[in-house]
T-cell receptor, first 109, second 117 residues
Framework: KNEVEQSPQNLTAQEGEFITINCSYSVGISALHWLQQHPGGGIVSLFMLSSGKKKHGRLIATINIQEKHSSLHITASHPRDSAVYICAAPGGGADGLTFGKGTHLIIQP | ETGVTQTPRHLVMGMTNKKSLKCEQHLGHNAMYWYKQSAKKPLELMFVYNFKEQTENNSVPSRFSPECPNSSHLFLHLHTLQPEDSALYLC????????????????FGPGTRLTVL
C-alpha cells in the first residue's frame, strides 16, 4: 500500500502570500491527484499529473516521479483559497487511491 | 456543481436502524466509488464499481452493503451501525480509461454527513 504524507498539516498565511504544500509517497506511481475540500465537505479535483508541471489559474502543481514528491503552489493567495488540500496516489488497492491527511489552509485578509 | 449528487445530505440514525445512502452521477461515467472520511483521518476507499461490477472492497464490515443497479446510480445500505461509523460518506465517479481506475480524474459528490447514536 502506498503511504502518502503531506506537510504542513496546518498553514495560516496572509492574503497575497505564495503558498506551498508538499506531498511525498512511498511507492512509485505514474500519476498523482491534488484535491480541494471546502468546509461542508465537497471535494473538487484540482489536478492529476504524471510529470513536470501543470497550471490552472493561480494554482501550480509539480511532480518529481523519481523523488516521489509533489508540490502544490498557490500564487497571490486569497481568502477564498481557504480549504483543505489533499494529495492522493494510486496504491489503495487495484483501483483505489491512498489519500494524505490533508493540509488545512487559512488565508487571512 | 460536479455532476454527482448525494442524498440525504445529513442523516442521524440509531444503531438498530436500516437506512440507505444514494448517489447519482449525470456525467456518463462507468466507474463509481464510496469513500469514508472520519474526523481527523484521511479519506478511505470503501468500494469501487466498474461497469456495475464491484472491483474493490477495502475490507469494509458487512454492516455496509453497496448496490450498483446501473452505471448512474450507487447505493450504500446501512444496518446495525456503530457510533464509530459516524463520518462523512462521499461518492465519486470517473470515466474508466485504458489504465487502472486510480489514474482517472474523479468527480465527487457533496457527501452525506452520518451520525450514529
Amino acid at each position: 500500500k502506498n503511504e502518502v504524507e503531506q506537510s504542513p498539516q496546518n498553514l495560516t498565511a496572509q492574503e497575497g502570500e505564495f503558498i506551498t504544500i508538499n506531498c511525498s509517497y512511498s511507492v512509485g506511481i505514474s500519476a498523482l491527484h491534488w484535491l480541494q475540500q471546502h468546509p461542508g465537505g465537497g471535494i473538487v479535483s484540482l489536478f492529476m499529473l504524471s510529470s513536470g508541471k501543470k497550471k490552472h489559474g493561480r494554482l501550480i502543481a509539480t511532480i518529481n516521479i523519481q523523488e516521489k514528491h509533489s508540490s502544490l503552489h498557490i500564487t497571490a493567495s486569497h481568502p477564498r483559497d481557504s480549504a483543505v488540500y489533499i494529495c492522493a496516489a494510486p496504491g489503495g488497492g487495484a483501483d483505489g487511491l491512498t489519500f494524505g491527511k490533508g493540509t488545512h489552509l487559512i488565508i487571512q485578509p | 456543481e460536479t455532476g454527482v449528487t448525494q442524498t440525504p445530505r445529513h442523516l442521524v440514525m440509531g444503531m438498530t436502524n436500516k437506512k440507505s445512502l444514494k448517489c447519482e452521477q449525470h456525467l456518463g461515467h462507468n466507474a463509481m466509488y464510496w469513500y469514508k472520511q472520519s474526523a481527523k483521518k484521511p479519506l478511505e476507499l470503501m468500494f469501487v464499481y466498474n461497469f456495475k461490477e464491484q472491483t474493490e472492497n477495502n475490507s469494509v464490515p458487512s454492516r455496509f452493503s453497496p448496490e450498483c443497479p446501473n452505471s448512474s446510480h450507487l447505493f450504500l445500505h446501512l444496518h446495525t451501525l456503530q457510533p464509530e461509523d459516524s463520518a462523512l460518506y462521499l461518492c465519486a465517479s470517473s470515466q474508466p480509461g485504458l489504465a487502472t481506475l486510480a489514474y482517472n480524474e474523479q468527480f465527487f459528490g457533496p457527501g452525506t454527513r452520518l451520525t450514529v447514536l
